[in-house]
Nanobody, 121 residues
């Protein structure tokens, strides 16, 4: 079993910043991609950012410039730094990781429980 535990969500005013952290633990041999998705009320879950084990990042165009993803491979942790937040960034943010439990490198997707981010105007 694997656990992804997120932290760092909360309430912030528009223009402010938040830093989300997600730590993976459990039966982990290797982690491929890690990332963040978000889901606002009444909307589909959408990609925020992903990062590979070598540090290559991917952002949708709508997320570029304000959000920065990073990771600490030694700590199995992924970070999302969010700046210049807007009310439309309000959502539940979910951590994501592709994890292999052994040297077969069979990757399985794991999700965190989500952390609420609320941006007030």
């Amino acid at each position: 079993q694997v656990q992804l535990v997120e932290s760092g969500g909360g309430l912030v005013q528009a223009g402010g910043s938040l830093r989300l952290s997600c730590a993976a633990s459990g039966s982990i041999f290797s982690i491929n991609r890690m990332g963040w998705y978000r889901q606002a009320p009444g909307k589909q879950r959408e990609l925020v950012a992903t990062i590979t084990s070598s540090g290559s990042t991917n952002y949708p165009d709508s997320m570029k410039g304000r959000f920065t993803i990073s990771r600490d491979n030694a700590k199995n942790t992924v970070i999302l730094q969010m700046n210049s937040l807007k009310p439309e960034d309000t959502a539940v943010y979910f951590c994501y990781a592709e994890i292999s439990a052994d040297s077969t490198y069979r990757w399985y997707a794991w999700w965190g429980q989500g952390t609420q981010v609320t941006v007030s105007s």
